[in-house]
């Protein structure tokens, strides 16, 4: 067997060939769902991307016996060293069922973090919470909802063996629309409106999307900001990210909770757009687009995304609420499950919640964290190349 060479990867100029290397690792894992090139090279480009306003990013892909057979990208968020500094984070580490590879990635990473003055790298994230994150240690069997990551099941033990410490469990829960507690739940939360006329629940209106946005990311600020590992998001990012989603939002599913016409929660749960996608194989054109046509056939379940209450009203019980509409909403549409995530592991209210109408655990994502420092297993010219120029930097 040959070894491996790491070598840095410029994007988004060379986009393509970064994602065709998940699909050659992923080729014999039938729950992976293949990302679409156009929707990746769009993420990735500086220049339509506001997250790269204050952040430094080096990609780097690793070859083995001529094939590429793993990614990773090192991140210094300016925002989050605010908060952690010297803490960088690392993500799009995909790799084959291979020990070197991981390590002569992982160490490509570390070699140029150490250079910029980090000392702690804390991952996976692509590239922060705002993002997707986590690494999926248990429910490998089934596929994911949209906006949730997916790795194979060899994945956990790499990284035990690379040295990596777990920091944080974050859970998906299922809920079966027509549990018990879920119709307890929807009497619960019809007796709250009956008795408080001062509360209102509402579709979001997309006619006035922009408005409606900006009443989320309220919500989303005020509500995220005590979270583990959360990084304060601007108003361009969370425009672009809400871009992102405009296509597939469904208003029968999205919520905002007023109260004397103050704003005092939000709940965002998307139709599960990656049962569209995974027959996309990476391509809206020239068959995906059929796909996407006959989405209200394909799609028949649920992601809770987003559901967050301002601290001034987290004493109510508004989840239950937020939770009834919307499981009531998919037993309309015919739906049978819901998957909501996800979930911090010492979020108590939350889970027990989720718990209490009968929601379980069926996927269970981790992140790590590892010290910058250490034996760096790689090349210097990989990440001599960088000094050059060869990275994601707007600055």
Known sequence: MGSVEVVPISLPRE????????????????????PLYSERKQFFDPAKNPYFNHA???????RKDGRDVGTI????????QEEEPGTAFFGFFEFVDDVEVAEALLGAAREWLATQGMTRLLGPFNFNTNHEFGLLVDGFD????????????????????????????WYAYMCDVEMKGIQKTIKIAERLLSRNSE??????????????????????????????????VSDEEFDFIAGGLKQILDPDFCFIAEIDGKVAGISVTLPDFNQVVKRMNGRIFPFG???????????????VFMLGIAQEFQSLPLGAVFYAKTFQAALDRGYRFGEASLILENNTRMRGALEKMGGEIV??????????????????????????????DPN
């Open 73 to 80: 990208a090192a991140c210094i968020d300016t925002v989050y």
């Open 199 to 232: 509360l209102k629940i509402r579709k979001i209106d997309l006619s006035r999307f922009d408005e409606e946005i900006e009443l989320i990311r309220k919500i989303y600020v005020d509500a995220w900001e005590q979270n583990w590992a959360h990084v304060r």
């Open 363 to 392: 996927k269970t994502y981790r992140n790590y964290e590892i010290s910058v420092s250490g034996d760096l297993n790689v090349a210097n010219d990989a990440v001599a190349s960088l000094d050059s120029g060869n990275m994601t």
């Open 289 to 303: 687009w059929r796909h996407v046509l006959m989405k209200k056939r394909i799609i028949n379940r649920v992601r």
């Open 142 to 169: 089934t596929d994911p909802f949209v906006a949730n990551p997916h790795n194979s099941a060899y994945y956990p033990k790499i990284y035990d063996a690379l040295g990596f410490t777990p920091a944080m469990d």
């Open 15 to 34: 986009t393509e060939r970064f994602v065709r290397t998940w699909f050659t690792i992923y080729e014999h894992d039938p729950h992976w769902v293949p």
């Open 56 to 62: 430094r990013v080096a990609y780097f892909l690793a």
